[in-house]
């Protein structure tokens, strides 16, 4: 049987975390809420380095990094 969920595909994310992250119009929001807390633009290059600024930092930017992982995982599962 062939079962297409359109809002379960998600042509950014796939394999690769860092697309999700910073790719995804899934999680445009989020993100953009994130970079408005850290007056920041995230991209690959910054990332890890803006988590390294302080703990607080890191905490905000590793909760949405896994949120993502979560939702994710979650998604696999129910494909
Ligand atoms: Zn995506």
Redesign the pocket.
């Known amino acids: 049987m062939h079962d297409k969920k359109e809002n379960s595909e ?5 394999d690769v975390l860092e ?2 992250v910073l ?5 445009i929001r989020e993100k953009i809420n994130l970079e408005l807390d850290l007056i920041e633009n995230l991209n690959s290059e910054n990332i890890i380095d803006l988590m390294l600024v302080n703990t607080e930092n890191w905490k905000k930017i590793s909760d949405y990094i896994i949120r993502i992982m979560k939702k994710r995982g979650e998604d696999k599962l129910s494909r």
Do not use: E, F, H, I
């Open positions: 998600c042509s950014y994310c796939g697309n999700a790719k995804c119009n899934r999680w």
